[in-house]
């Protein structure tokens, strides 16, 4: 076990990613852990995204065990009683529809993805998602299970010192931090000096980071010498005590049409090649660290060496995230 499992920091609010949108088609019904439960996702015909609680309050039966989609409704498999997308039950064979409810929780799906709130006891949605996530989608996915915390998963990107030991690599402020509510910004230049042709190739460029709750990492990885522009997610959604699904996604847009002339259907998967390759390297570098997110203590007054001020930074902005804005 982690021997952070026993660690007092609970799960934090926010927007999580529950799935890329590809995986819930028209009429299917999925079931995604979310904070210790189970939390089912469908689609209605027309193509709406609801989420909801798992059991039908009839008799308890899970919905995402059997349960189907017809029209608009979400049909319990047990006694195929029928609820409508407010979660109201409109529906059952045999007799008038009892008063009862499905417990609803928001969903937004922005950029190809489904994201679920998760509020501590049942609070509304606190905020939206940025606006800076654009209209890109990403066209290449991985997803792992790893026995960490999202805070610790998010924090990564601001424990500059360990870039250089763990991955050859280095970050550089560009520009000041900016914190707005649960938004944080950060404008780095990045360094990757054991990996020469990485170096070459992102040598002089500002990456943009957005961070979006604990649940949401974006950043923004320009290279105007080729007219692309890559978008790099780090989703981490918390599905049980110090256990979380950790996704990494990658799009590429090209920008600059002059440099990738020809018709549209060429352009589309050679961005997804160059998708696929960010992507990968991403990953290769979250696989040095999962081992040691595997096996970690979480310091809650961890002692910070010169240089270490962004996490102490961080941590005060990421105690928004807890009940009574509670130890980061």
């Known amino acids: ?29 999925l079931t995604r852990a979310l904070a210790g439960e189970d939390v089912v996702l469908y689609r209605t015909m027309p193509g709406a995204a609801h989420a909801v609680r798992p059991h039908c309050p009839h008799l308890g039966a899970h919905l995402g065990i059997g349960g189907t989609v017809e029209g608009q409704n979400l049909l319990c498999p047990f ?79 601001v424990d500059y010192r ?16 900016e914190v707005q509510g649960p938004f944080l910004r950060l404008h780095l230049s990045f360094g990757v000096e054991r990996h020469p042709r990485a170096e070459r190739l992102f040598a002089g460029t500002r990456q943009e980071v ?3 709750g604990l649940g949401i990492l974006l950043t923004r990885l320009p290279l105007p010498r080729f007219g692309l522009l890559f978008h790099l997610w780090s989703l981490p959604t918390p599905i049980g005590p110090w256990e979380s699904r950790l996704r990494c996604a990658a799009s590429c847009t090209v920008t600059d049409r002059r440099r990738f002339p020809g018709p549209g259907l060429l352009r589309t998967p050679l961005s997804g090649i160059a998708a696929h390759a960010v992507r990968r390297a991403a990953v ?15 310091e809650p007054h961890p002692r910070l060496a010169r240089g270490d001020e962004m996490i102490s930074r961080f941590r005060r902005w990421a105690r928004q995230f807890y009940p ?5």
């Not at 009574?324 to 980061?328: H, Q, S, V």
Request: aromatic share 8%; glycine share 8%.
């Open 284 to 298: 290769e570098l979250l696989e040095q660290d999962i081992p040691i997110w595997n096996h970690k203590r979480y």
């Open 1 to 29: 076990m982690n021997p952070a499992a026993d660690t007092a920091l609970p799960y934090p609010s926010g927007w999580f990613c529950l799935a890329p949108s590809h995986e819930l088609a028209a009429g299917a019904v």
């Open 79 to 157: 006694h195929r009683f029928a609820f409508a997308p407010d979660g109201t039950c409109v529906s059952a064979p045999g007799s008038l529809p009892p008063r009862a409810r499905l417990a609803q929780l928001p969903v937004r799906e922005r950029n190809g993805m489904l994201f679920v709130w998760y509020g501590h006891e049942g609070a509304r949605p606190g905020w939206e998602l940025p606006d800076e996530l654009g209209t890109a989608v990403p066209t290449s996915w991985w997803t792992r299970d790893v026995a960490t915390h999202p805070q610790e998963v998010i924090e990564n990107i």
């Open 210 to 212: 957005l961070l979006g």
């Open 324 to 328: 009574d804005g509670g130890l980061a």
């Open 162 to 177: 360990h870039l250089a030991a763990l991955h050859g690599a280095s970050a550089r402020e560009v520009a000041p931090p």
